[in-house]
């Protein structure tokens, strides 16, 4: 490990952008390397090496922490100029269009009340562990007890790998706004307004309304973003699912619900496919798993009822993917997006 001496340039916020300087002279990164700080792409023809970076929506300096440009998104508390909403060393912003810090608050709510919902199943399990160590096997209060535990592991598990999805959105290149509504607009979508809905922004960003003090309807809405992530869900321009929505994604986001209700020793409510098509909203959505690798010919066979303007499957590939074919045509992407950050 190479010791470093670290010295401070304040910026206009007066947060410290860190410099380190190697013993025995300046730190320089590769010149065969493109990336630097942050994951910014070097620019170094303007003040030279390693004192500008650019990205999709800015130009910007690392010495002073600020952007060249003004930020695409108009910025209430903050200056159009500021940048990692004047936090670098915290946030990242690989595209240059600035994280949303009302967006970085409930995020960290979300993930502060997965650590402790996490923290207290554990701590009953362990205490029903050693209650169960001095009762009878054979008696009524050791079948309840057991029962209690099993129920407790299943949540331990689905809380976990909600833990480990949002760790995933927290890293992505894409960027994500998860926002809290007192009530949510869902226009003729006909949603109930205590939960919410995911939809594409203006600038690219994908958007997470939830209504406000519900966490099961804030896990369900993070849930689908998850499922953007990884190419499980796409969505069209009017803030609908897309070609591959279908009745799965609601079955995992609404099992996703039973996480955040109920006593924590209950049993988890588990729905079906056929569950989430009883229900009007739903009805039209297809039964089977669609993703941005099923075939273009089943994504079409499936949700055939989706694809406007009599788009039909391409005779020249009819074993392609969706991904492969939706890449190739650019058009689709006027209707249908999804992510491609992995």
């Not at 229900?279 to 066979?301: A, E, G, M």
């Amino acid at each position: 490990m190479t010791t470093c001496n670290r010295s401070y340039y304040q910026t206009a916020s007066n947060l410290g952008v860190i410099y380190a300087k190697r013993q025995g002279g300046k730190e320089k990164s590769s010149n065969a390397y493109s990336f630097g700080f942050n994951g910014q792409l070097k620019d170094n023809e303007v003040y030279g090496e390693g004192n500008g970076y650019t990205a999709e929506f800015w130009e910007y300096d690392p010495r002073i922490g600020r952007r060249w440009n003004l930020d695409p998104i108009n910025q209430v508390s903050i200056s159009n100029y500021a940048c990692f909403a004047n936090s670098p060393i915290y946030f990242k912003d690989s595209r240059g269009n600035t994280w949303d810090p009302e967006s970085q608050e409930s995020a960290d709510a979300y993930n502060k009340d997965l650590d402790n919902r996490i923290s207290n199943v554990e701590s009953k399990i362990e205490s029903i562990t050693t209650e169960l160590a001095a009762i009878d096997p054979a008696s009524k209060k050791f079948t309840k007890l057991n029962d209690q535990l099993k129920n407790l592991n299943d949540r331990l598990i689905e809380l976990n790998i909600a833990s480990m999805e949002f760790s995933v959105l927290s890293q992505s290149d894409q960027v994500y706004s998860l926002l809290p509504k007192v009530k949510i607009d869902h226009g003729v979508l006909g949603f109930p307004e205590d939960e919410g809905m995911i939809y594409l922004g203006e600038e690219g960003n994908v958007i997470a309304e939830y209504a406000h003090g519900n966490p099961a309807a804030k896990g369900h809405e993070i849930k689908h973003l998850y499922q953007y992530e990884i190419g499980r869900v796409s969505l069209n321009e009017g803030g609908a699912g897309g070609a591959i929505y279908d009745a799965t994604d609601e079955v995992e986001a609404y099992n996703r619900d039973a996480v955040f209700d109920g006593d924590i020793t209950s049993p988890m409510i588990r729905l079906t496919t056929a569950d989430i098509v009883s229900h009007s909203v739903y009805s039209h959505l297809p039964q089977v798993s669609l993703t941005i690798d099923t075939r273009y010919n089943d994504v079409y066979k499936f949700n055939s009822q989706y694809f406007p303007f009599g788009i039909s499957v391409p005779i020249e590939a009819p074993n392609g993917t969706y991904r492969e074919l939706h890449l190739k045509d650019g058009g689709r992407k006027t209707y249908d997006h999804f992510s491609t950050t992995y």
